[in-house]
C-alpha cells in the first residue's frame, strides 16, 4: 500500500553540473561527461533506495534539462539558430532551438542511462519523457507552420523511444506535461491525443504528470496570481480520467487544489503531490501522513501513491535528500495508520 515514487528529476552533484540552475552547463566533456552522467545515475539510484523510495527514477542525471534532453536526439532541430521565447504562455522567457525541417529520431536517446539503471536496480523503474505539448510550448517552429502538427510530429518520435525504452526493462514510462495547466481547452482539443499518440504499442504503465511547475521564482510569483482555488486540473482531470493512460502525476502538498477535485480521476492511479519542491522546508512524517489521510476521501488507497509535486533538479542536494526520507517515512506512517 503507497507505493512511493518521485516526479523524475534529483539535483545533480556539483562536480557534474553547476547547482541550483535549469539548464545548467555540464563541468566535463567528452568520456569524461559520459561516465560522470553514470556515476551521478548511480548515487541518484542510491539515494532514492537509502530513502525507502519504490519506484525510482535514473534522476534525469544525463539531461541538462527535462525537454531538451530529448531534443538533443531529434533531427530537424536547429541548436545554433535559437531565439527567445515565452514559455507557458509568456510566464517567463528562454532562449530555444528551432525546429527547420521533418522531424525523426537520430537514434536512442536514453538507452545509456535507462540500461544502466535497469542493472543496478531491483525496484520497478520509472523513466520521464516530455510531452508532447510541453515540447512544443518550449521550442521555436520555423518549418510546420501548425502547432498540432508539430506536436504529433513529435509523438511519432516519442512513442519510437517509449517502446525501445519498455523493452529495455522500464516499467513506467512517464510523459511530463506541465503545459497541461496552462492551455487546458487544447488539452481536450488534441492534447490527450498527442499523449495517445506517444503511448501507441505500449504494455508497461504509463503516466503522465501535470504540475504547476519547478521551484523558480517565475512559477512561485505566477502561483502567487491564481488565487485561493487553484482550479486548472477541474478542466482536465475529466479528460484524463477517460484517456487511456493508467496514471495522474499531479500537485497538492502546499498548493491551493481542493482536494476535492481527485474524485474526477477515479480509475486511475493518482501520484500524489505530498512534498513541495519550491520550499527548503523539508516536510515531517506526520505532515506526509496526514495529507495521505486526507487524500484518501477521494482516491481508493490501493490508487494512491505518494510522490514529489514536481522535479527536483533545481534544488539543494543536501535538502532533496532530507525531502526524500521524509517521503519514505511519511508513506510507512501512513501505511501503519490507515492500512
Not at 49 to 65: L, P, V, Y
Not at 311 to 317: K, N, Q, S
Request: charged share 25%; glycine share 8%.
Amino acid at each position: 500500500m503507497f507505493p512511493t515514487s518521485i516526479a523524475g528529476s534529483l539535483p545533480k552533484p556539483s562536480w557534474l553540473a553547476e547547482p541550483g540552475k535549469l539548464w545548467a552547463p555540464w563541468r566535463l566533456a567528452g568520456a569524461d561527461l559520459e561516465t560522470a552522467k553514470l556515476d551521478a545515475t548511480l548515487l541518484a539510484i542510491k539515494q532514492q533506495e537509502d530513502a525507502g523510495i519504490d519506484i525510482i527514477t535514473d534522476g534525469e542525471q544525463s539531461r541538462q534539462h527535462f525537454v531538451h534532453g530529448f531534443l538533443e536526439f531529434v533531427n530537424g532541430i536547429d541548436f545554433t539558430k535559437r531565439v527567445e521565447m515565452g514559455i507557458r504562455n509568456d510566464r517567463y522567457k528562454a532562449m530555444v532551438p528551432t525546429v527547420t525541417g521533418p522531424l525523426s529520431l537520430k537514434g536512442r536517446v536514453h538507452a545509456t542511462e535507462a540500461r544502466f539503471a535497469r542493472v543496478h536496480t531491483d525496484k520497478k523503474l520509472k523513466l520521464t519523457l516530455p510531452g508532447p505539448m510541453t515540447i512544443v510550448d518550449t521550442i521555436a517552429d520555423g518549418y510546420y507552420g501548425d502547432r498540432i502538427k508539430m506536436a504529433f510530429a513529435f509523438a511519432d518520435a516519442l512513442n519510437e523511444e517509449a517502446r525501445a525504452l519498455e523493452a529495455d526493462g522500464i516499467d513506467v514510462i512517464q510523459f511530463d506535461e506541465p503545459a497541461f495547466n496552462v492551455y487546458m481547452d487544447e488539452v481536450a482539443e488534441w492534447g490527450i491525443a498527442a499523449l495517445h499518440r506517444a503511448i501507441a504499442g505500449l504494455n508497461c504503465t504509463t503516466a503522465v504528470h501535470i504540475c504547476y511547475g519547478y521551484g523558480i521564482q517565475a512559477n512561485v510569483e505566477w502561483k502567487a496570481t491564481l488565487g485561493t482555488a487553484w482550479r486548472q486540473y477541474e478542466q482536465i482531470f475529466p479528460v484524463l480520467a477517460t484517456s487511456q493512460l493508467g496514471q495522474i502525476s499531479l500537485e497538492c502538498r502546499n498548493s491551493k487544489v481542493p482536494l476535492e477535485l481527485l474524485r474526477l480521476l477515479d480509475g486511475k492511479d493518482v501520484l500524489l503531490g505530498v512534498i513541495d519542491v519550491a520550499t527548503e522546508v523539508v516536510e515531517t512524517p506526520e505532515e506526509i501522513a496526514a495529507l495521505i489521510g486526507k487524500a484518501l476521501g477521494y482516491i481508493p488507497r490501493e490508487r494512491l501513491v505518494p510522490c514529489t509535486n514536481c522535479g527536483m533538479a533545481p534544488m539543494r542536494r543536501d535538502i532533496a535528500t532530507s525531502k526524500l526520507m521524509a517521503l519514505g517515512a511519511g508513506a510507512k506512517l501512513a501505511r501503519q495508520r490507515f492500512g
